[in-house]
């Protein structure tokens, strides 16, 4: 079970798949899609990428993200959640800066390219990497499964950005 200033443990994979399967079907019944129809892509039996949409604010033009999420650790603790290169799936530092987007402004979530030497880190208690760098975080805001699940993660960085808080790429073009 997720604590604050607590390292996350690795769930046996059979919990996490299972886990994993289940809040799918509830999530994409919240947001009255199918799979198809949420042009989500399945990496691998743990792996989600998701595109998401962001708007900045004087722009007319949205620009497109991809979150990796990954459930290793899941559902005691909220799913890995780093934005990647939709050519590699993957985020290598200075490499992809141009695929992470700006979010501050917030006490909720702000992004990260290298959080202390840890590397990108959307830093939000929805997201794993926030306890693995022994985050401070008040008791009411630690992740509680199963009355949140990994839909609780996809909405506070979509409701980011699409707010004030999201200022734009780390790079303006890509590398």
Request: proline share 6%.
């Given at each position: ?6 390292l ?5 994979p059979l ?6 399967e289940?809040?799918l ?7 009255h899609?199918?799979f ?12 989600l990428?998701?595109?998401?949409k962001?708007n ?21 603790w909220?799913p ?28 909720e ?12 880190v959307?830093c ?6 926030f306890?693995k ?11 509680k499964?199963?009355s949140?699940?990994?839909a609780?993660t996809?909405?506070q960085i979509?409701?980011?950005?699409s707010s004030?808080?999201?200022s ?8």
């Open positions: 079970m997720a604590s604050a200033k607590t996350p443990v690795v769930v046996n919990v996490a798949c299972a886990a994993f289940d809040d079907e509830k999530v994409l019944k919240g947001r899609v199918t198809e129809e949420s042009s989500w892509t399945r990496l691998h039996s743990l792996g990428l998701v595109p998401i962001a900045r604010t004087g722009s007319s033009e949205a620009d497109q993200f991809y979150l990796r999420l990954e459930f290793q650790y899941y559902p005691e909220p890995s959640a780093q934005f990647v290169n939709p050519a590699t799936k993957v985020y290598s530092g200075g490499n992809d800066l141009y695929w992470l987007p700006k979010i501050e402004g917030t006490d979530i702000r992004t990260h390219e290298n959080y202390q030497g840890h590397g990108q959307v939000s208690s929805v997201t794993l990497e306890y760098v022994l985050h401070d975080v008040k008791e009411h805001h630690v992740w499964h199963p949140q699940n990994f609780s996809i909405n979509e409701w980011a950005l004030p808080h999201y734009g790429r780390f790079r303006e073009l890509p590398a």
